[in-house]
């Protein structure tokens, strides 16, 4: 391990001594625009175009890429430790987004996510990759509610858009590097290095690893680890007046144990402890090796001040990744494993006028394409007891043998038309309409195999055998759309109302044993009244926002048997109501205190033909439930998170304290709505001491995260097919050191 760290140092050290640097690199906050005193203005392009957060008539959260730095926030999953409307879900690999109470379970190869996650403006369908970018960062925008228009793919729930710095015109560099318990080491270097005034490059990378926080008895291994490297190359350009072209290449590798479970029987919650160590029966192991590119150029000299701009992109994920899969109910330990090989196309050409116009308009075309295969199943590692090698009844055994197979391949398209026009009313009254009309496509080819004797029973003869074709073809058009009226009755307060219809894609799918079952779209009606203020000479920010949603066609995850594998089908509408509050406040010479917090109602009303929603459970036989009246999954009611620090002159630099944390209330994994699958309210803190010199060229932080060493857990399940509970947790208290410099 040691020697691969320093492999990794020399490299990030040689890729800097390469360039000539000799000013002030670009500032990891390169959307951030400082005014001269009070609180940061942020630049975000929620709406397609630069405006000020707080002249923005979305309910957005933004993280400067300084602020997430400084916060230890690495990954996606991770956004969730410190935005309350937001909470992030593991799954064995993979992992799904929730804003509002809104989110998609479904992480299998027909699912697409509720909140999608833009990198750079890129859709991707496969979580098992998103940890990978939050590095070089300009800043994070957490767009709530369904984004119906602009950005309008499946994204019923909001927006998570991971914004990079790109290349500029002023040579430096910048790195980084954390220590930590855990052997956990934090690589983050680059360097900006302009040829001239019209051609441009930019370089970074990271590298973060640490042992595992879970001790894994009976195979004794560690799980919840990391290990992971990934590096990017961009380059800018401006060959002739009104032409600017870009393009940006990534490599990731991620090489770990992963995410691993707890277990219980089925229908039990086991008292966790510290979480620290639990028994696994089979190995853990997450590979995964990545190539995004992605290019933009835009025209901005077309008559009538328009602008064409052209967006692209290619994405390639090889992902092989398998679980402990060993349960109770057969003689074997088992994995389930999983490997997939998404290629993902993104096409956008978009064409514009000036924003500062008496009349704003927007219209374009989107493409995107996922072609996947899958190569998956539950796989048979050893047989145990006396069907085990020299056992009795060894002359039964099944090991080395998949008890049930997926091959399947699966192709995925989406193609849309949308436009947006915002017209200026009067100096203070603004009016935006918005449409978009999208055609999904899905089709599914393959079959799935179960072979009996190494699925349910070893004194099945090997010849019995299930094969089931994976066929599936879903084809389905939508519109959505977006009405807003934006009011600035001056030039520190906005109030907005909106209306915007969401939509997220239908599907199919099948337990392995039966013919594939289509399930309808799901729509989202939701009605938002806001608003942005900042006071007492910009020191004091007071933002609010109240909504309301009526959500149809759930899509809802159901386990289905003889294989007790879960599906997708619609199970009804829900209603979602609530409100939140974002705070900022300066006080003194260097403080400041920022809260946010988050009320939410969810409740599952009557299915579409007005009769209560019955759910069934994967029992064989199955038990169907009654959930009309249950909660939403990932929908605590309360949610709050908030810090205070002060800078304090010290020589001729500053020290700065600061102590943040998280309250949750309850919430539930599951639709059931099941004590075993419940999030107990909870509450985590931080607390950090940062010196930087008057210059700011460096700064060096300690800090511990989670320093009560609460157990939260990260994900609660059951899982029929291996008769257990499954239990996932967020990391324990972490502790130490990181040194960051630019120049």
Not at 92 to 108: E, H, I, L
Request: proline share 5%; net charge neutral.
């Amino acid at each position: 391990m040691r020697l691969r760290l320093t492999n990794h140092l020399l490299l990030a050290g040689v890729s800097l001594a390469a360039f000539p640097v000799s000013a002030m690199a670009q500032d990891a906050a390169a959307g951030a625009a400082a005014p001269e005193t009070g609180i940061q203005e942020i630049i975000v392009t929620a709406t397609r175009a630069e405006t000020s957060a707080q002249r923005t008539a979305v309910a957005l959260t933004v993280y400067t890429g300084a602020d997430l730095a400084e916060k230890g926030i690495a990954t996606v999953q991770a956004l969730s430790a410190i935005d309350p409307s937001v909470n992030v879900t593991s799954s064995t690999g993979a992992a799904y987004v929730a804003v509002r109470g809104v989110a998609s379970t479904d992480v299998t190869e027909v699912g697409d996510p509720s909140v999608p996650i833009a990198r750079d403006g890129f859709y991707t369908n496969r979580s098992f990759s998103i940890g990978t970018s939050m590095y070089d960062l300009a800043r994070v925008e957490v767009l709530k509610g369904p984004q119906g228009t602009l950005n309008g793919r499946n994204s019923t729930g909001g927006l998570v858009s991971i914004i990079t710095n790109r290349p500029g015109k002023d040579a430096g560099a910048f790195g980084s590097i954390e220590v930590g318990n855990y052997d956990a080491l934090n690589v983050e270097a680059g360097a900006n290095v302009p040829v001239n005034d019209r051609l441009q490059f930019r370089i970074s990378g990271t590298h973060r690893q640490h042992d595992g926080y879970r001790k894994l008895t009976v195979i004794d291994d560690r799980g919840d680890d990391d290990n992971t490297t990934s590096g990017r190359i961009q380059v800018a350009a401006q060959p002739v007046d009104g032409l600017k072209l870009w393009a940006s290449y990534q490599h990731d590798d991620i090489h770990a144990v992963g995410d691993v479970a707890m277990t219980s029987p089925l229908r039990t919650r086991p008292d966790f402890g510290d979480a620290k160590s639990f028994p696994n029966y089979a190995e853990t192991s997450n590979r995964l090796k990545g190539d995004r590119a992605r290019w933009e150029a835009s025209y901005d000299s077309l008559p009538g001040d328009l602008t064409l701009t052209y967006a692209g992109g290619y994405d390639h994920q090889t992902w092989k990744h398998a679980l402990d899969g060993t349960g109770p109910g057969y003689p074997a330990t088992r994995q389930f494993r999983q490997g997939e090989d998404p290629r993902t196309w993104n096409h956008e050409v978009r064409i514009n006028n000036d924003p500062n116009g008496q009349v704003f308009f927007q219209a374009g075309y989107f493409h995107f394409q996922e072609d996947n295969t899958i190569d998956s199943g539950l796989f048979n590692v050893a047989m145990t007891g006396p069907f085990a090698e020299g056992g009795p009844l060894s002359d039964h055994s099944y090991a080395g043998q998949y008890g049930i197979k997926f091959d399947y391949k699966i192709k995925t398209k989406s193609d849309a038309v949308f436009g947006q026009v915002a017209a200026k009313l009067s100096e203070q009254l603004k009016l935006s309409v918005g449409g978009r009309y999208t055609w999904d496509s899905k089709v599914r080819t393959g079959n799935a195999k179960l072979i009996i004797g190494a699925l349910a029973s070893p004194f099945v003869p090997p010849f019995v055998t299930v094969t089931t074709d994976g066929k599936g073809d879903m084809k389905h058009g939508e519109a959505t759309w977006h009405v807003g009226l934006d009011y600035t009755p001056s030039a520190n307060t906005l109030v907005y109302a909106k209306y915007d219809r969401g939509y997220k894609a239908g599907g199919f799918n099948s337990n392995g044993s039966g013919a594939s079952v289509d399930y309808a779209p799901e729509k989202l009606d939701a009605f938002e009244i806001g608003t942005k203020n900042r006071f007492m000479g910009n020191r004091l920010q007071l933002n609010a926002a109240a909504f309301y949603f009526n959500y149809k066609g759930y899509q809802a995850s159901q386990t289905s048997c003889p294989t007790c594998s879960s599906g997708i089908f619609n199970v009804g509408s829900a209603k979602i109501y609530g409100a939140e509050i974002q705070t900022i406040a300066l006080f003194g010479e260097g403080g400041r205190i920022d809260l946010n917090a988050s009320y939410l109602h969810t409740r599952f009303g009557k299915d579409d033909n007005g009769n209560d929603i019955v759910v069934v459970d994967g029992d064989n036989p199955p038990n169907p439930f009654d959930i009309t009246g249950n909660r939403l999954p990932n929908a605590p009611t309360m949610s709050i998170s908030g810090g205070i620090e002060y800078a304090f002159p010290v020589g001729s630099g500053k020290l700065t304290p600061r102590i943040d944390g998280k309250y949750s209330s309850m919430f539930y994994y599951s639709v059931f709505n099941t004590r075993d699958t419940q999030s107990r309210p909870y509450a985590t803190g931080n607390a950090s001491l940062t010196y930087e010199p008057e210059n700011g060229q460096w700064q060096v932080t300690a800090f511990v995260r989670n320093f009560t060493d609460k157990v939260v857990l990260a994900n609660a399940q059951r899982n029929f097919v291996a008769g257990l509970n499954t239990y996932q947790f967020q990391p324990p208290r972490t502790w130490g050191v990181r040194f960051g410099w630019k120049i």
